[in-house]
């Protein structure tokens, strides 16, 4: 079964990597009953249907997808050929518990993030063994300190910058909570190798977030010259028009 996709238009499509991060104030899901006939019009191949749950479900998807790579177009690939899935597979689709949209969230999110690995399998083969001997910068207990300012936000989008065989496993252990063991079923590699890659990852996570906070205090720094530096312009401003109109200036006017 062929399904067309299409983006839609004002109807909450992400279309910046900092919107990703405003899914719970964006969010247009539908209600339990909506969502019961929507998936039953899904089942029954009505495009009105698909693209109900498409344009409902936009944002939920594509925060997920986001976090499994480190460019728009590659989650909007992985968003893409999700929902082809879930359209082709909604016939099987039983609802886990009471609540209809939070069962049907879990469905989709669990085929979302089984897209993302297909997807990295495709296009990161090697990943994992040449990732094995890269170095990885030590952090040290007192740098620790300051990732506690760090916001979340913050971390969700330094994820995405991880090496591909790190963010992966880190995605799947730490957000998925999935094993090692499991990690190791999905991806074809050891349990060791899962180990080791998150304990990288979690290295390189750090010194990315360390990095970003470096950066933010010496653009603090810089305004604050910045700020500084306009305030003596000011100054000897004004002494060169007290100077100009023969008024007397104070001596600390030039400090």
Known sequence: ???AIEKVGSSGVVRNQDEYYCIKKNSNFLSGEELNLTI???????RLSQKKIYTAFYNYA???CSLYTNNYDD???ILNDGFLKVFKEIYRYQ???ENVISSFKGWLRKIMIYTAIDHFRKNHKHGFTTELD???TQVSVRDEDALDRISYNEILRSIQKLTPGYRIIFNLFIIENLSHEEISNQLGISIGTSKSNLARGRKQLQKILLQQNQKKISKRIEVADSSRITMQEETQKNVLVNISSGRKVKEDSFC
């Open 75 to 77: 989650s909007v690939e």
């Open 40 to 46: 039953q019009g899904c089942v029954l191949n009505d």
């Open 95 to 97: 609802p886990a518990y």
């Open 1 to 3: 079964m062929k399904v």
């Open 62 to 64: 594509m925060a997920i």
């Open 134 to 136: 890269s170095q990885v």
